[in-house]
């Protein structure tokens, strides 16, 4: 296929290039790549359950999870998207970052993957130990499942679109369940899309496709830190109808379902000791950006 040089910014002036291989590739040893015979050690030990609760549909709510935890998040009655939010628990500004951990891993996450922590920190805040949904792949639109892509949805982009006025978007939900741990909107941050399969279109176009979870799919997190998450029932429910306006947001009730979450200690309390689990520590940058800073008014 010849493309014209304007439109492809002078590139058939440019000699080819070989693929390019991913610029975060994974080597053994490096802090990307998870061990799995560790991981499956931890995810098949025995475990208690510490609490667990249901979200009802279009809700959100917090919870807590320590270092050396299981955090199992289900689909219950099937499809339905959850955002999720994570910070540390002794410091919220500390949080998730999806751009960098979809940059380090890939732009849809799945078991071995971690999620990562924003700057100065630089750390796991949950590995992904299982994912029942690994199975979906690659769709035939070039759909993955748990986006990272995207973001939540919230009241004021639906405002500008549509001109309704709704509270009860994903952003909403997140930023009343964290107003007991006395946090704001303002520390609501850019989630990852539990369950929902999205992709880019030729154009790079942002779509999403409907949820493929059935009852029962799950995805389970170690907790690399002692941490606050938070997680959104999504309105537009399994985003089989997802769309703008009154009608549809009347409809998009049809097809939203609760999710579950369960949060476990491990029984063998010494498991992860043996196999050389730490929690994770901040990144050891400790310089000042260039920065010398002096201590008050210099003399001469
Ligand atoms: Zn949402």
New binding site residues.
Partial sequence: MSVPSEAAGGLTTRPPIPKPVPAYLPTTGSPLTVDSGVSSSIQSTPRTLIESFTLPIRSGRAWTASAGSIVRISTPEGPQ?G?LNIWNLHNPREHFWASRTRQLHASHVSTHDRLWSCLPYMRPMLTILADSLDRYGQDEHGGRVHDLLGT??DPYINKVLSGGSYDF??HSNLTRAVLPYGLTEFDVHDVINLFQVTGLDEKGRYFMNPCPARKGDYIEFLAEQDVLMAL?T???GDLSLWGFGTDSGKEMINCCRPLKVEVFKLEDADLLQRVGWRPSEPAKYRGMHGIVVVEGEQRS
Wanted: proline share 10%; charged share 20%.
């Fill in positions: 998207v955002d939540r949805c978007h994903c959104s999504c309105p537009g």
